[in-house]
């Protein structure tokens, strides 16, 4: 009789599941917050926090994505959230090779490492976050691990090439490019205090539901 009870609740759980929307969210810190704050009516989002990895990491080593241990069903989304703390930090070491040329690189590899692991997968829709808007330093405590490298203005040059490189490498691939970056900036360019988490992260999700819902859903 356990069994029973235990197959129908499973089976009912499973056909609730059945005509959901499944998003599935990778990459670093900004893979998680706040996205595990977000709910939305039948839409399942499931999380892949691959640890504090730079988009850079990923382009070297496409087996970093680890899609192969997911269970991706026809027609999921995956969105790709990588950039700020290249932006941040990877960039402003290798300046002196010029932004645009290391940001150029960058984003050529971490494509190829997407589009190498996507092509295991069939019916997957894909698409690539945009850099989060760079704080003030002044308006949030550093981090002596990760540190604002640069000023607030070179991190904002940076930041808005490599969202430029995104979008046009996306148009290039036919992938959705998840772009909420002016929704969550302030007039002069940097992430709105009051819609962060107080950190580097976008706080409230009000904005990314909005795209969800007119571009995904």
């Given amino acids: 009789?356990?069994?029973?009870?235990?197959?129908?609740?499973?089976?009912?759980?499973?056909?609730?599941?059945?005509?959901?929307?499944?998003?599935?969210?990778?990459?670093?810190?900004?893979?998680?917050?706040?996205?595990?704050?977000?709910?939305?009516?039948?839409?399942?989002?499931h999380i892949h926090y691959l640890g504090?990895?730079?988009?850079?990491?990923?382009?070297?080593?496409?087996?970093?994505?680890?899609?192969?241990?997911?269970?991706f069903k026809n027609n999921d989304f995956i969105i790709f959230c990588f950039g700020e703390i290249d932006c941040r930090c990877h960039i402003w070491e290798f300046r002196n090779k010029g932004y645009k040329k290391v940001i150029d690189e960058l984003v050529e590899q971490y494509f190829n490492a997407i589009s190498y692991n996507v092509g295991?997968?069939?019916?997957?829709?894909?698409?690539?976050?945009?850099?989060?808007?760079?704080?003030?330093?002044?308006?949030?405590?550093?981090?002596?691990?990760?540190?604002?490298?640069?000023?607030?203005?070179?991190?904002?040059?940076?930041?808005?090439?490599?969202?430029?490189?995104?979008?046009?490498k996306c148009r290039e691939n036919g992938y959705i490019f998840f772009d909420i970056y002016n929704d969550y900036c302030t007039n002069d360019g940097y992430l709105n205090y009051n819609l962060s988490d107080q950190n580097v992260h976008i706080g409230d999700p009000k904005y990314m539901i909005k795209f969800i819902k007119d571009h995904i859903l």
């Avoid at 759980?13 to 996205?35: Q, V, Y």
Wanted: some cysteine; aromatic content about 10%; charged content about 30%.
């Fill in 1 to 45: 009789m356990i069994s029973v009870i235990k197959y129908i609740k499973t089976s009912a759980i499973e056909f609730k599941n059945r005509n959901k929307l499944n998003i599935h969210t990778i990459g670093d810190s900004h893979a998680k917050i706040p996205w595990e704050t977000i709910v939305i009516p039948k839409v399942n989002i």
């Fill in 52 to 71: 504090p990895r730079l988009m850079y990491s990923v382009g070297q080593d496409k087996k970093l994505l680890k899609l192969d241990k997911y269970k």
């Fill in 120 to 168: 295991f997968i069939k019916k997957i829709k894909v698409c690539v976050s945009n850099v989060v808007p760079p704080v003030k330093r002044e308006e949030h405590e550093e981090n002596s691990e990760y540190p604002f490298l640069g000023s607030n203005k070179t991190r904002r040059i940076y930041v808005k090439y490599m969202n430029f490189k995104l979008y046009n």
